[in-house]
């Protein structure tokens, strides 16, 4: 372990105006060309159209609600990019470009903060070569980040709160990182720094509840690994350094949680019931293949994770189980950082494994702490390959930047060319859902109070005006608190006949067809065996109640600006059927078989 008495002498910090301007024009460029590959209108993907509802809703003065008159639900994962996009909507009433640039920038930010971080830090090992002290950094932020298909996506395009959270993340860690391994004592206005790095991550994530723990613990080892002379006992000593930042955490989350239960009723998001399963033992078989699945996707991922897990243990040992002999000598500078956010990277990456990973492609959750893997996993290798090859020539090193770029780029999968039909699917649901929405306005004016109950609930629901049923529980209080285990399909798993037919929707999945794919029979209708749909609505048709209740049909919708006309298919309310056909709507009843 490497320890050190000696005063540590101030580095200049380097000049950043120019690395951040760069950096936000290679996001900007990185965007660009991950937007290319998705070839769809600015919808983002269907989850994000949840946040663009409730924020429309919020914005017109109804409140967090998913339909105008509907109930109280915290439907969304982050109370801060609901907030942030409910401002979008005072501005525009298309803010998906204006949600795009915010994300832009936050991710601008986050590569300009690693850069920033990793700069310092080779400043003060290789102070008599600041130009590759400087340039090294960037290149590998850059590289790392931005030739990663998944990270760009994710952050950007899909218009979600994985940009925001990585942001929150990277900046609350750092923070956290170097308060901790400074010997000076701390002032208030520091503490006050990183208060409002454990608002900004607890507004953003229900998963910064663990990350503030997480952070708080690496202060914590920070005072205790750099005790300071007197007769209090360390661990005590450290307990009390950390006594202003640990008060702000618990007096934010309870501030949050007060307002959730007085405003929702329950102290968490509604698609925490709504997904999670209570099986710890369940949660963990899925994450473990989660986390499985994105080291074979992202094999230079596997060896920084196994450094990264090395560090953090290598630092709690060290601070916990010192030798006497080395009671009360400072751990070094760098060394402390690094293993700090080292410990604080291990708790992103665990969170989702613990919770039972995820259902969408690309690692959506993973991609929160990638540019702090460089950090915690990467530059370990990268000093310790640069330590061996200190006495060759300089090109050589270099030559070593080059191979970690290139075999990062080759070892990846899929890459940029092939990324689009990976995701491809969730814009289909997006751009598909607001045609759909549109559609239905015209044959049901929102006056008629007429319910769909649907399953991909995002694009539909930010356009339909009428009641909209989310089966799936996340924007519906009662189908997310439904009794169940949650297993199935992933995050899907909440749907529960006897709430359904108590929920009583109008329409249930209704879908846009073209006319030479129109349905002809009713088991057109019905979800083949075995599929994420059948599983997603545990084969409520075959049950007697629904076939009496809903009569599979087909309602030639009316056309587009090009009028282009269009089929609508779904189960209807016989009551619905009757008043589409007085309007003189034409409306097909489905036959059981073609005979």
């Known amino acids: 372990m490497a320890t050190s008495t000696e005063p540590i002498t101030p580095i200049q910090e380097p000049r950043t105006t120019g690395w951040f301007l760069a950096s936000l024009l290679l996001a900007t460029l990185a965007t660009w060309y991950a937007y290319a590959q998705v070839d769809r209108p600015l919808t983002g993907i269907d989850d994000a159209n949840i946040f663009l509802t409730y924020g429309q809703h ?20 982050s109370l801060l990019w609901t907030l942030i996009g409910s401002l979008c909507f005072l501005v525009t009433d298309h803010p998906e470009t204006l949600l795009l640039g915010i994300n832009i920038a936050l991710v601008g930010t986050t590569l300009w903060l690693v850069i ?19 340039l090294v950094p960037a290149v590998l932020t850059w590289g790392w980040c931005l030739l990663n298909p998944k990270f760009v996506i994710w952050t950007t395009v899909t218009l979600m709160d994985s940009g925001l959270w990585c942001f929150a993340f990277t900046a609350g860690t750092l923070a956290f990182a170097r308060e901790a391994s400074r010997p000076q004592r701390r002032t208030p206005s520091s503490n006050w720094i990183l208060c409002s790095y454990l608002a900004l991550a607890l507004l953003t994530r229900p998963e910064a509840m663990l990350i503030g723990l997480v952070w708080l613990l690496c202060l914590f080892i920070g005072r205790l690994a750099n005790p300071r002379p007197g007769p209090r006992n360390p661990v005590l000593q450290a307990l009390w350094e950390c006594r202003a930042p640990a008060l702000g955490y618990l007096l934010i989350l309870v501030c949050l949680t007060c307002f959730r239960l007085i405003y929702f009723g329950y102290p968490l998001p509604n698609t925490y019931y709504a997904k999670v399963s209570p099986s710890l033992l369940y949660n963990l078989k899925l994450g ?55 410990l604080a990277t291990c708790a992103v990456i665990a969170t989702p494994v613990l919770a039972g990973g995820d259902h969408f492609n690309l690692y959506r959750f993973f991609q929160t702490g990638w540019p702090l893997l460089l950090i915690a996993g990467i530059l370990p290798l990268y000093t310790w390959g640069v330590g061996q090859l200190s006495n060759t020539p300089k090109w050589l090193a270099n030559a070593l930047v080059i191979l970690l770029l290139v075999t990062f780029c080759t070892l990846q999968r899929p890459w940029w060319n092939q990324i689009g039909p990976e995701i491809q699917v969730e814009f289909d649901f997006a751009s598909g859902g607001r045609q759909l929405g549109e559609r ?74 073209a006319i030479r794919n129109a349905p002809k029979v009713r088991a057109d209708l019905v979800p083949a065996p075995g599929s994420f749909w059948d599983g ?38 016989p009551e619905i059927i009757a008043r589409l056909l007085r309007e003189g709507i034409p409306v097909q009843v489905l036959p059981d078989s073609d005979d």
């Open 58 to 77: 919020l914005s017109r003065g109804n409140g967090f609600v998913y339909y105008a008159g509907g109930e109280r639900v915290e439907g969304f994962t």
């Open 116 to 134: 920033r971080f990793l700069q310092t830090q080779t400043l003060k090992t290789t102070p008599t070569d600041p130009q590759a002290s400087l």
């Open 288 to 342: 473990l293949g989660y986390l499985r699945g994105f080291f074979l996707d992202q094999w230079w991922a596997g060896p920084a994770c196994l450094v990264m897990g090395l560090l953090t243990m290598r630092l709690l040992i060290n601070t916990f189980r010192r030798k006497p002999a080395l009671e009360g000598q400072p751990i070094s500078h760098a060394y402390l950082e690094h293993g700090l956010v080292a």
């Open 440 to 513: 239905l306005n015209t044959l049901f004016p929102a006056d008629q109070q007429v319910s769909l109950g649907v399953i991909t609930a995002g694009g539909v629901g930010f356009t339909y005006q009428g009641p909209l049923l989310d089966l799936m529980g996340l924007n519906n209080v009662s189908m997310g608190h439904s009794s169940g285990d949650r297993k199935g399909n992933k995050n899907h798993a909440a749907f529960h006949p006897n709430v359904f037919f108590r929920l009583n929707p109008d329409l249930v999945d209704p879908r846009l067809v």
């Open 536 to 573: 997603a609505l545990q084969q409520v048709h075959q049950e007697q109640r629904f076939q009496k209740a809903y009569r599979p049909i087909v309602i030639r919708a009316p056309g587009d600006r090009e009028g282009e006309a269009r089929l609508i298919s779904c189960w209807c309310k």
